[in-house]
């Protein structure tokens, strides 16, 4: 369903439908990463240096190491649910993105967009307002992508959305394609 080269460790993440998370490295050794869910896994992205996130359907984000000398243990950083790690607006994650200031933009199929920052409980969610042009143009989110620092491109159901971060301003294109 997903996957993501990670060059430094030249290790190949993927995100398999019904099996969880699976990893290999230049020498055929596939490993299964323990700790993510047998559910769909949508998206695979870059942290940092040493992080992976792990979006899967209907479970959340989760984080585990890029490092290969650390075990292949994964555990829940955000979802929906009550308790510590529920911040988000829906489990069904799609979409995940970093932006260059590390802020992590979680594309859900029906909460919108929720951004977090692990290192503390700050989050800020995107959600679609009705009458209201400067908001998500709908909450079915399918990908998320930075296209500069001053433009985030969001697809869903409805179209695309492109929110400046720097001035919060939205502008929508592509509407019912």
Not at 107 to 135: C, E, F, L, W
């Amino acid at each position: 369903m997903s996957g993501f080269y990670d060059g430094d460790t030249k290790q190949l993440w993927l995100g398999t439908y019904d099996r969880g998370l699976i990893t290999t490295d230049g020498k055929g050794v596939v490993t299964t990463m323990k700790g993510i869910p047998h559910y769909p896994v949508r998206s695979i992205v870059a942290y940092d240096n040493s992080t992976m996130l792990v979006g899967v359907d209907g479970c959340g984000v989760y984080q585990a190491s890029r490092l290969p000398s650390v075990k292949n243990t994964a555990s829940l950083l955000f979802n929906a649910n009550d308790g510590g790690n529920g911040v988000l607006h829906g489990n069904g994650i799609y979409a995940l993105l970093v932006d260059v200031w590390h802020n992590i933009f979680i594309g859900s199929y029906s909460g919108g967009i929720d951004m977090a920052r692990p290192v503390g409980n700050t989050v800020k969610i995107y959600m679609h307002q009705r009458n209201n042009p400067q908001t998500l143009l709908n909450d079915h989110v399918n990908c998320v992508a930075q296209l500069s620092p001053s433009a985030l491109a969001i697809g869903t159901d409805d179209g695309i959305s492109v929110l400046n971060p720097l001035t919060g301003e939205w502008r929508h294109i592509a509407r019912g394609i």
